[in-house]
């Protein structure tokens, strides 16, 4: 007689849940002994804020009621699914977590939106969801008609409120769930949609967490670090908060830096990390090149990987560097429509890891059910692959307006009605072992740095540019650690792939533009289908360098005999690290970052020439002028013969205005970072009369200098003032867009931040070079003004050096050479000028302008 098959369906612990809100456990902390405990830490810029929970409690009181009152008076209306929404877009900051806080308190839910999201795909969301107003740090032209509320103002409303709590009464309500939070995500259909997250919801996945992750005697402070976009910041933020634990909350920028990371958890001793799969490698790579890397991170136990699939190899590389038996890696599966997790696994060893070909996504939450399920909604044998299903209490309350309702369905499985709807991840999965394997999407949607992308979405941004005839996007490598969004494209008329690339840049954010291949002819199959597998082949072939595509030219002119294994060593790697987005020829002059290289793909070089040998640190690989330095520093005993240039400077005189005209003229109007988005509106004379209006204020304050080479030529100039004695200069010309731009972010910091009255601070004002300089000898002269400039400083007395840098170049020298301390990091394309226009609204999203400050008197 024969036995029953195992059917592939699992069920998580039952567990009793007490219906609550989050902002009343945040309540009850405020008011028990835990008062006075630190709710948030912010640290910013050297300054760093503490908040008690007694002092957060009063303080979102009372933003909730100018909250309230404002909805009320202005009899602003609930949107089509009954709620009250707040869409927010805010920096990571201390005030973000208040203002999240003090919405919950008025009885809306708060909609995330993100300063990187392109403004059609804002208008979509306000547009869609009817949040009742906007609460934001930086105005938008895309929040439409909608009620707006800057945190300046929301903060000044609330500052004569009475800090006591909303009643019962007085709180507002939706008509139906307890509302949290709305995150939108990609939609199937290529438009986000918004999932609706109630307050039981959240509390089902937080209080599995306090049971089977809970908080350690010694974990004071956690962070908070994820996108408030991404589902994983919900955790992140109210687990802590509702346990009476600290949250720091870090900046956007200091999260791409894994030195500045690493360092911040290790000065708090942070126990627990959510990262995607990338970030935990950067991180491992980092590690590998510190030199005492026994105790680093030694604190971080608890390593929880979300949002991308989890190679078995890179689980194998954490259990490589964390040999002991204190270090647990995670994997935890889900999306924003089951609370960000559903299933999990724990590994502590790589003994953990000996009985699977990959990772597993593990056993259900408490409260929920999987099921894998065939074509027809019957459960697959186990061991079969089959659909992956979700019921139970981890199950968003739909989407907004009721969109795609064939993802929430009924469950005709289910007898216990907490299992009665089920969600259709789309994604494949099958029981091995006892335990859950991921096998893949059923559509078109992929992972992308822990975020949800559908190729659909980003097909039919590629598609809407003017000039395009077809577009077909892939994710190549999918899952993996290589993955990639390739847009495979036919044009009408003549672009560059680069072009294409910086046009979407308007249309997708950042995580979501494609790398581009111009192509003559879409592939098909017999039965007209696209060949996908041909393109795919095309795209490996040109990183394989065949002849289909042109490959990364590598050039070893001008490197001596001995160092020609080096630079092979060296150029290959950087050649197959910046692959196809390389953007010039590889050669001894060339400079990394000039040629498409950036931090992060930095650490990975220098990590490959570790591999192979080679030692050469971080800032000695940043501060390199070109490739023939980066040579001379990675062995001992490899040596160049060629010297750097010597420089002497002159201060300004009448003489030089002529050179002085034409290098100012060459550097900001034929290439710098700011002009190049008004070129069409300014000219060659602009700069001559710019000039003639400041030249005799310039030799009136003797502080600019030129720089002359050793033959005699001038080949950069230094112009500068002090900063609290700048000449009124008239400029007629549209360059007073770019001025005004640059008193709009260096006023407040100057006036508010740096030390008052004259000779205090030298404004290094603008610097140029000239135009015949290779890029190497560009860098050489960019440092010998610097180190000019500090020696200036100096002698006239100032307390310290001022400026704003555009160029990546000179923000990297800035930063990372000079020391320069960054006072504001300011997204370009957001600035609104005074009649309210965008002028450089076609900039990408990560085009900065840095205002740095040098203090000479450390």
Partial sequence: MGTLPQLSIIKGPSRQLQPDVLHNLFQRVAAGPQGNNTAIIFKENETTRHHTYQQIDKLTNKIARTIQQTIVQNRLQKNQDGDYIVAVNMQPSDKLVVILLSIWKAGCAYLPLDHAFPGPRIEHIIRESSPVMVIFDKDSEFYLNTLKLSLEDILHLSSNQPDTVLSESERLQHDKDDLAIVMYTSGSTGVPKGVRLPHRVILNRLQWQFRSFPYSPTEKVCIFKTALTFVDSVSEIWGPLINGLSVLVVPRALTKDPQKLVNLIDEYQIERLILVPSLLRSLLVYLQLQEDNKNTLSSLKTWICSGETLAMSLAEEFFQHFDGNNHKLCNFYGS?????????????????????????????????????LDKDFRPVKAGEVGELFVAGLNLAAGYVNGRDPEKFIENPLAIDPTFSKLYRTGDYAKIEKGTLLYEGRTDSQVKIRGHRVDLSEVEKAVSSLKGIEKAVVLCYNSGEMSQMLLAFVITKELFSEHQIEVALRDKLTNYMIPQVILIDSIPLLVNGKIDRQTLMKMYENTNNNDDSFPAVEISYEGVPSHQLNAAKDLFETVAAILGRSTRNVI???????????????????????????????????????????????????????????????????????????????????????????ILSEISVT?????????????????????????????????????????????????????????????????????????????????????????????????????????????????????????????????????????????????????????????????????????????
């Fill in 686 to 858: 602009d700069y001559q009369d710019l000039m003639d209006a400041l030249w005799e204020p310039l030799l009136e304050k003797n502080l600019s200098f030129i720089a002359r080479n050793e033959t005699g030529k001038i080949c950069g100039v230094s112009l500068n003032f002090d900063a609290h004695d700048e000449p009124e200069v008239n400029i007629k010309s549209k360059l007073t867009v770019i001025f005004e731009f640059l008193e709009s972010i260096e006023g407040p910091v100057r006036d508010n931040q740096l030390p008052l009255g004259k000779c205090k601070v030298q404004h290094s004002f603008m610097m140029a070079t000239h135009s015949s300089l290779s890029p190497r000898e560009n860098v050489t002269v960019f440092q010998f003004m610097e180190e000019e400039n500090l020696k200036l400083a100096k002698e006239r007395g100032f307390e310290g050096i001022f400026t704003t840098n555009t160029s990546p170049l000179t923000q990297q020298l800035g930063s990372d050479v000079f020391k320069y301390k960054t006072m504001l990091d300011f997204q370009v394309n957001q600035y609104v000028s005074t009649n309210g226009m965008k002028p450089f609204g076609l900039a990408p999203d990560n085009q900065r302008a840095i205002v740095h400050w040098k203090s000479l008197m450390d």
């Fill in 336 to 372: 924003t429509e089951i609370m960000g997790d559903v299933t999990y696994h724990v590994m502590e060893g790589l003994h953990d890891l000996r009985h699977h070909q990959k990772v597993p996504i593990g056993l259900p939450l408490d409260n929920t059910m999987v099921y894998l």
């Fill in 587 to 677: 050669s001894v002059n060339a400079n990394f970052y000039e040629i498409g290289g950036n931090s992060l793909n930095s650490i990975f070089t220098i990590s490959r020439l570790t591999e192979k040998g080679y030692h050469i640190n971080i800032g000695d690989f940043i501060s390199a002028i070109d490739f023939g330095e980066v040579l001379q520093r990675m062995t001992e005993d490899t040596k160049i013969t060629k010297q750097p240039p010597s420089f002497t400077s002159e201060l300004l005189r009448p003489e030089h205005k002529l050179p002085v005209l034409d290098m100012v003229t060459t550097s900001f109007y034929q290439k710098a970072d700011l002009e190049q988005w």
